[in-house]
């Protein structure tokens, strides 16, 4: 049985496993020119790209530096709006009863509700794509302000491989709070660029890909409760249902409509695999007048139109995984954007932070508010992950005890 397990989960994750094992080898293999930091971060230094952050920041110096500027005060309402979001989102998960977490670890095979599962080298492509965008931005910026950028490169933190660029730390100090405050910020500000350029390219590509193909209705991935109306009926996650009350459904807009009409407590006939099951809607949590299926990251379905499911299925295919990673580019950019306008010591939204207290307070004082702030923020980040985590653990307490 133990054995039937581990099989399953090398085959499920075959190709994750591959690849770190192929990045294992050659870390080895070449590990005298890494440098290595804290056990886990490993950065190989090239010169790769600074002649081309040098070109760049000569001719278009005027442009650099007025996005540079712009991208500092977008990097301070960024701080602001993520800081409050992860305030929010713990005073909810706190209060509210079953709500859903807006922090997550984003990694390969991660289902993401309302978007779907992450492929491995999407999110492998993505990711690189945006580390390198992110540091060469830190590097034009800088070299438009004439500070050196000693070296760029690849680092893997654990699992994570991207890209680093190194101003001169001592030249950057010694420049005015604007300056260092645009050097920052360029990151994080090139990345939410990247993320709306993905998405006007995704918006490009949708209609072509939908018009290749049929809605068929909708489905769900999970349960909100296992109590709730769909879930005791025995319809299942993954069932594609067609249809309600008769009515043909080929979207779940389709469903929403008939839901409209209803209440807490009235019935409802889903059509699922052929067969009609008549559902009790519960009480929606969010308002009592409403109802509620009970169901949660849910997505259409579609087949593929005759045409293109024969001899042009390569179209298809492209134009889907193009759609399919600029939608990945769009959500990771963002997320990852304004994930390091954060307060917090290992990104860029924490250094822009210990720049305003050491302007504000000084250096020694400065640096004490800066790691208490950071500190706040690291942990509110930590409940933001794992509450959801602890909030189960006096159930499984009642669970174990009862048995």
Request: hydrophobic fraction near 50%; proline fraction near 4%.
């Amino acid at each position: 049985m133990a054995l039937d397990v581990v099989l399953d989960f090398f085959l499920k994750y075959k190709v994750i496993i591959i690849f770190y094992l192929v990045v294992a080898t050659l870390i080895f293999i070449f590990r005298k020119k890494f440098d290595i930091q804290n056990k886990i971060i490993f950065l190989l230094r090239t010169k790769i790209g600074l002649n081309l952050m040098d070109r760049i920041a000569t001719k278009h110096r005027e442009w650099v530096i007025l996005l540079g500027y712009i991208g500092a005060g977008v990097g301070f309402v960024g701080m602001v709006f993520i800081s409050g979001v992860l305030i929010k989102n713990l005073y909810d998960l706190i209060t509210v009863e079953n709500a859903a977490s807006g922090v997550s670890l984003v990694l390969p095979g991660a289902n993401v509700p309302g978007v779907g599962i992450l492929p491995f080298w999407h999110w492998l492509f993505a990711i690189f794509l945006i580390a390198v965008v992110h540091e060469f931005s830190h590097g034009v910026v800088a070299r438009a302000h004439k500070i050196e950028v000693k070296s760029s490169g690849l680092v893997l933190f654990g699992p994570i491989i991207g890209a680093f660029v190194e101003p001169d730390e001592k030249k950057m100090s010694k420049a005015d709070d604007i300056v260092q405050y645009s050097v920052l910020a360029a990151g994080a500000f090139s990345n939410i660029l990247l993320s709306l350029i993905a998405l006007g390219l995704l918006f490009a590509v949708s209609p072509l890909e939908q018009s290749m193909r049929t809605p068929v209705g909708f489905t769900f991935d999970a349960y909100v409760s296992p109590d709730l109306p769909i879930a005791v009926a025995g319809i299942e996650p993954g069932s594609v249902i067609t249809g309600a009350d008769g009515a043909v459904v080929t979207t779940f807009a389709d469903l929403q409509k008939t839901l409209d009409t209803k209440k807490p407590g009235d019935t409802i006939v889903l059509k699922t695999d052929g067969v009609e099951k008549a559902i009790v809607l519960a009480a929606n949590p969010s308002d009592a007048t409403k109802p509620f299926l009970g169901i949660t990251n849910i997505h259409d379905t579609f087949d593929v139109k005759p045409e293109y499911a024969g001899g042009l299925s390569y179209v298809y295919a492209v134009v889907h995984e193009m759609g399919e990673f600029f939608k990945w580019v769009f959500l990771l950019s963002m997320g990852i954007g304004v994930f390091n306008l954060l307060p917090l010591p290992i990104v860029d939204g924490g250094r822009m932070v210990q720049t305003f207290c050491r302007k504000l307070k000084g250096t020694v004082l400065g640096d004490k508010r800066y790691g208490q702030i950071g500190m706040f923020f690291l942990l509110l980040l930590l409940l933001n992950l794992l509450y959801p985590l602890i909030a189960k653990i006096p159930g499984l307490l009642v669970k174990i005890f009862a048995a």
